[in-house]
């Protein structure tokens, strides 16, 4: 093992896989050429059907079926132009990860040979079986089969291979019944029930043109990236992407030399052959650079309309495990791969706007935009605290457990950072008093009854789990391997519940509008401000003071998906049409299964591990030092005993570990015996988890006992340093 581990440090230096000429070919020119674009559209399609889709994709207008077969036409010949051999729909089931059936064009014919077939009927509609996918306990109730629907609204693409290139059509995946089996459905729905809500609130403020309200997300992938070799000899990351064992190194993040570093030569090559792969799909990479952890990196792309954006990100985490592997590396996106350094997170940017490019989060220029802005933002107060609890459950998971409440990410408990200078405009509102305030950076609002609004309210904060910044939030929380559709679905809902309760309130209202704005608004505040905090998230005294605002505080998974049953939440869902009760239940349900089976087999991967490279390498160190210790007791003085202490030490630490994960596996059993669901997950949170954690405590110890050469997994210094 030990000459592996050397010979690992040594193919370090690796050769840089062949890359295409970057100069020659600039990004402009690559941009979107996989993708049936715009471009594309124009090229293969006559001009009414053209109009027609585009009409779709842009306006979010109804697909007019008429037209199934011409776009199938046109997509297959662009696609063969490009030599695709295969197509695919491609969904995202409640796995939270892509899947993709292929199919090959090839039809045989009469005379013997084939023909490239590809219709209306295959490009709307596809059906995989979906038995295999998890249903969440409704399956009896689901037939088997699922359906595939083209989502018109995200542009097919081709995934090249080796081998070969394939046609990926982005689809929805719906049962037999019409109930949706994956993520994208109920997020386009929440597209929707919000787009009808805020239409209503725009209307009000005298905007009648605006067709559809869309939201926009960017979200910020954070990522780590180690040696592929150091990985093959890590099973605790092939089964579950985190290491379940490693002594913290003796140098971490606490030089602070990583964040915005300049990039190593060997990642940077990585990062290129990434944005390359990302521009090919009309992917709008933007930012690359180190993050706060070593080996830690993100990338942004610039931000799109969610249900595009969160495809996009899909195909972001997907390329980057598969190009790091092309780099001899591999991308560990798990929120929290190393114990005691940054996990990763995913930054959510998100924000409202028109078809006609209005966007609802910013403060505006004059005072009438001014008014609908601080509407628009009190509905949002309201609907996060309203619902602080939902949006916890969009992000929880077993991974995300590790992460959230930690030093290093929001807390579990949901509060709203919007800076000094735009509190103090809620501030003033709540009072219902008009500021005097006209210095310098101040627009005033017009409106009697309004405070002015600061043009700039754009401070920092990064210790908050939702934070305004200047003309977006950013929802901080969310985990890195999240499929964001989730997050965003449940977002765009309670959105939606508060712009109707504001909007059915102000359309109701008798007399002068402003006056009754300021009234709905004043009374809003009232009610939820106590989820604005501006200070330090980390702290331990803000879980003091959330608690004394009762503010809720779900601080893991489990506590999370309790939450999730209450019925007012199922309802939300219902009246807005975005889940109907089947399909919540059955994401309670799947949410639960998963917390169960990914915390099985990490803990089962902990006593594999512990008993059977760890334990094995430190009794073998032990006999070392045994036999050594036997040889040379003759010329060992008496008061010389630090070498039978080292041993004494040795024999102790295993022979403790050796019990704990063997009372690990008694109760990993025991928990599994549990009569349902939420009972083993108790278990294995209440006694599996801290037993975990006590094996790796002692195998951790012991790592910085046992001989260097006889440890049998690479070491955080290794992994983290080592490219
Ligand atoms: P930060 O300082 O937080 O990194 P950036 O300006 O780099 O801010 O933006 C981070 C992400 O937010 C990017 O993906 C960007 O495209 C996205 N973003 C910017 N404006 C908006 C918006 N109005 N709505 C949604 N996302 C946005
Ligand atoms: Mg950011």
Redesign the pocket.
Known sequence: MSNLRKKIAISLEKEMPPVEEYKAKPGTEIYGSLVFNDGAQKQYLSKDVYKKLRATTLRGEALDPSIADQVAQGMKEWALSHGVTHYTHWFIPLTGLGAEKHDSFLDPTAEGGTVAEFDGKTLIKGEPDASSFPSGGTRSTFEARGYTAWDPTSSAFIQEGINGATLTIPTAFVSYTGEALDFKTPLLRSVEALSVQSLRLLKLFGNKTAKHVFT?????QEYFLIDRQYFELRPDLIAGGRTLFGAPPYRGQELEDHYFGAIKERILAFMMDLDRELWRLGI?S??RHNEVAPAQFEM????EKSSIAADHNMIVMELMRKIAIRHGLVCLLHEKPFAGINGNGK?N???M?TNENE?L??PGKTPHENAQFLAVLVAIIAAVDKYAELLRIGISGPGNDHRLGANEAPPAIISIFLGDQLQDVIDQLEKGKPSSSKSGGVMELGVSTLPPLPRDATD?NRTSPFAF????F?FRAVGSTAAIYWPNTILNTIVAESIDRIATELEGAKGDFNSALATVLQKEIKEHKRVLFNGNGYGAEWHAEAAKRGLPNLKTTIEALHAMKKKEYKQLFEKYKVLNEKEYDAREEIMWERYVKVTNIEANATVDIARNQILPAVIGYQSKLANTIGLTAAVLKSGQKGQNDLLANVAKGASDLFEAIEALDELIDKANEGSSLHQIAASLKDSVIPQMLKVRELADWLEGYVDDEAWPLPKYREMLFQY
């Open positions: 926009n997300m960017g979200p910020e709008p933007k930012t942004a792309p610039i931000f930054h940017n998100w924000s706007s966007n989060l910013e920092r910044t200047g003309n977006k950013e």
